[in-house]
């Protein structure tokens, strides 16, 4: 069972484990040591170690982890062992991507609806998503069971249509907006923005290319 308090950064890390010992399943791995499972995630083994004690014990000293046994587990404290259901707003490029993107499924993450202010896409259909007005989110949100929100909108919109989102019970929220938007308490966000990562990373490129000699 998970203890009182977790880290963020370790339940950040739970879903690295699941990635790597899905990959071990893979490969025929049955028993794997936290050096190991270290070395593919370029960690300690006692961090590794110190990030599952958090959740119980799950392995013998000396004897490792059980693969199967440790990717269930870990699948069942992120509730991966359940389906949950998405909705998507804004169906422009990025958000057609994203629907069209098979990562989600396997998961346990089915996107089941799509919205847009933009008139001329209700009604259409991105895959088997029938693109559907904003003002059918309430009873949409409602009859599907949808609990996540993901937001593809301009910056300007993201803001309106999370507390929108949020407003008709939905708790997740993944935003792919170029901006930081409140939510309110009980609301978990995660703010996708690949700009801002790239922006970080030139710092180092731009170091790496003043020692380049010439």
């Known amino acids: 069972m998970r203890g009182p308090e977790v880290p963020e950064v370790v339940v950040v890390r739970l879903p690295l484990y699941v990635r790597a010992l899905t990959t071990m399943l893979t490969e025929g791995l049955e028993v794997v040591s936290s050096q190991q499972l270290g070395s593919r995630l370029l960690m300690t083994p006692a961090q590794i170690r110190k990030d599952l004690s958090y959740f119980g014990r799950f392995g013998k000293q000396g004897r490792g982890y059980n693969v199967r046994f440790l990717l ?16 998507l707003v804004g169906v422009g490029r990025l958000g057609r991507a994203i629907i069209n993107y098979p ?27 029938l693109v559907r007005s904003m003002s059918e989110l309430p009873s949409t949100v409602e009859s599907l069971g949808i609990s996540i929100g993901i937001v593809a909108v301009p910056a300007t ?27 309110p308490e009980g609301t978990v966000i995660r703010n996708i923005d690949p700009v801002l990562s790239l922006q970080s990373m030139t710092f180092y490129l731009r170091e790496s290319l003043q020692t380049t000699p010439a």
Do not use: S
């Not at 699948?75 to 259901?85: F, P, S, V, Y």
């Not at 993201?158 to 008709?168: F, P, S, Y």
């Open 72 to 87: 269930q587990e870990l699948r069942r404290i992120l509730a991966l062992d359940i389906e949950w259901r998405a909705c």
């Open 103 to 129: 990562g989600f499924a396997p998961e346990a993450f089915n996107i089941v609806a799509a919205f847009d202010h933009d008139e001329e896409q209700v009604g259409t259909k991105v895959g088997d998503i």
């Open 157 to 183: 919109q993201a803001q309106r249509v999370i507390e929108h989102l949020v407003a008709n019970g939905v708790r997740g929220i993944l935003n792919y907006a170029p901006v930081a938007p409140k939510v």
